[in-house]
């Protein structure tokens, strides 16, 4: 049996109405729809960023972790949006990946300047070829 419930446009209700009731779940209970729709609402609730703890930019692996560790903590007690914890996951992520970069583009820089050293004190080392002085 269908729910005789009419619905705003004047169609009724497409659910299954209850066994020996003439309603489905949500219209047996008045309210019970405005209920359901709040618990919705407080779970997609946007979290304020005044309830969550300040924290300086990560500047090394070590401060990511940390904040990570925070926010697993901030979730578990509800503190936090479990959609703003993905993003940090992720962009933690590509952090740790630039921070892995940076580090090597800065040993690079210094094997390169060093090895340009040790070149050029080579060089200024080595006595002068005999046919480069005009020698015979």
Not at 5 to 31: E, F, M, S, V, Y
Not at 38 to 50: E, H, M, N, P, T
Not at 92 to 114: M, Q
């Amino acid at each position: 049996m269908q729910c005789e419930h009419k619905k705003r446009d004047g169609k009724r209700c497409g659910a299954r109405a209850l066994i020996g009731k003439n309603c489905c779940a949500i219209h047996a209970q008045p309210g019970r729809a405005a209920e359901l729709g709040s618990k919705g609402g407080r779970r997609r609730a946007v979290y304020s960023a005044g309830d969550l703890k300040d924290f300086a930019a990560p500047k090394t692996a070590a401060d990511l972790r940390d904040l990570l560790a925070e926010s697993i903590v901030e979730i578990r007690a509800g503190k936090l949006d479990p959609r703003v914890a993905n993003a940090l996951g992720y962009l933690g992520a590509s952090y740790l990946r630039a921070l892995e970069v940076s580090d090597l583009e800065s040993r690079l820089d210094a094997l390169e300047t060093n090895h340009l050293a040790t070149e050029r004190g080579i060089l200024q080392s080595s006595p002068p070829d005999s046919k480069q002085m005009g020698g015979a």
